[in-house]
């Protein structure tokens, strides 16, 4: 995974307006000294913004973070980038396909261990959000987590596409990251815990998607099923028992499949929850958890905020889905 340069300096032409890529004069983006860079664009935003003009602001901020992008600048970019979230956030600006691909660019493109990258991600998952959820929207999700695979950050990738809606997405990214980082003997568990976290995100359709093409498209998969690895049969077995509904059926299914199911102590913690979701199975009045399992449980969803959950996410315990 490369890292994106940092700042060097002054773009070349210190005088004069630059130019986006149309060649159109940017307003108020100017190529200056080191340190001075984003003084001018700074300025003109708090104009706009105290005029009300909130697009105009963005819109300038957006132009101003891709120049200095271009000429290596990460913070004066990463600056503007942040002012760009100001801009949505102080406006009614409601959330759209555009926006959301405008802040997965700033993203792409801001260098990956930058402590800026982390605020800014973060701010613009709340704001996607629009209200109705702390988790963001699924679109920014998903082109987050297609950057994050091409920088070969898998396990970043995955919590994203997790929260995305593209299991097929996800599933040829955990192709990928099953045959360059893990072990053949565990190529059925990549796929197995994908399919049991979209489940206890009360997210059938991606779970089934993940399952089939990553099944269908693993060199290191025989055609099934039924499949050679048992714990696969399990996870085939677990999605059409969801589709039931039926009890009976998910409790043998569970105690057939223990050996199986032994191989990650989180297994039977993620069952414990999809039992709850589509099986009716009341949840425990006291927490058995403690330690650091405890602390995974309570890290993804559980974290103490009063805001709403999105629809397929209400009623969720905590889980762990890193």
């Not at 901020?61 to 956030?89: C, I, K, P, R, T």
Request: hydrophobic content about 35%; overall charge negative; charged content about 20%.
């Amino acid at each position: 995974m490369g890292t994106a340069r940092s700042d060097r300096g002054t773009a070349r032409g210190d005088t004069g307006t630059a130019k986006g890529d149309t060649g159109t004069a940017q307003p108020g983006v100017t190529r200056a000294q080191p340190g001075v860079t984003w003084a001018q664009p700074r300025v003109t935003w708090a104009q706009y913004m105290s005029q009300g003009k909130h697009a105009e602001a963005r819109e300038l901020m957006y132009s101003g973070a891709l120049l200095f992008f271009s000429h290596n600048q990460q913070n004066s970019a990463a600056d503007l980038s942040m002012l760009v979230l100001e801009s949505l956030e102080k406006s009614d600006a409601k959330v759209a396909e555009d926006l959301l691909e405008n802040l997965a660019k700033l993203f792409s493109l801001m260098d990956p261990n930058s402590p800026e990258r982390v605020a800014f991600v973060s701010r613009a998952l709340k704001w996607s959000s629009g209200g109705s959820g702390k988790l963001g929207h699924p679109k920014l999700h998903q082109l987050l987590a297609i950057t994050l695979w091409k920088e070969q950050n898998y396990s970043e990738s995955r919590y994203h596409f997790l929260h995305s809606t593209d299991g097929e997405g996800c599933a040829n990214m955990l192709v990928e990251y099953s045959s360059s980082r893990g072990y053949r003997s565990e190529v059925d568990m990549f796929v197995a815990q994908a399919v049991l976290q979209f489940l206890c995100l009360k997210n059938k359709t991606s779970a089934s998607v993940v399952f089939t093409t990553y099944t269908q498209k693993h060199p290191s998969i025989e055609k099934g099923p039924p499949f050679v690895q048992p714990l696969l049969n399990f996870i085939w077995f677990l999605l059409l028992a969801v589709d039931g509904g039926k009890l009976t059926v998910f409790t043998v299914l569970c105690e057939q499949y223990q050996p199986s199911l032994k191989r990650d102590p989180m297994y039977n913690e993620y069952l414990d929850r999809i039992g709850q979701l589509f099986f009716g199975v009341p949840p425990k009045q006291t927490s058995s958890y403690g330690g650091l399992l405890g602390n995974l449980l309570n890290s993804l969803m559980g974290t103490g905020e009063d805001d709403d959950t999105e629809d397929g996410q209400e009623d969720s315990s905590p889980i762990e889905l890193d």
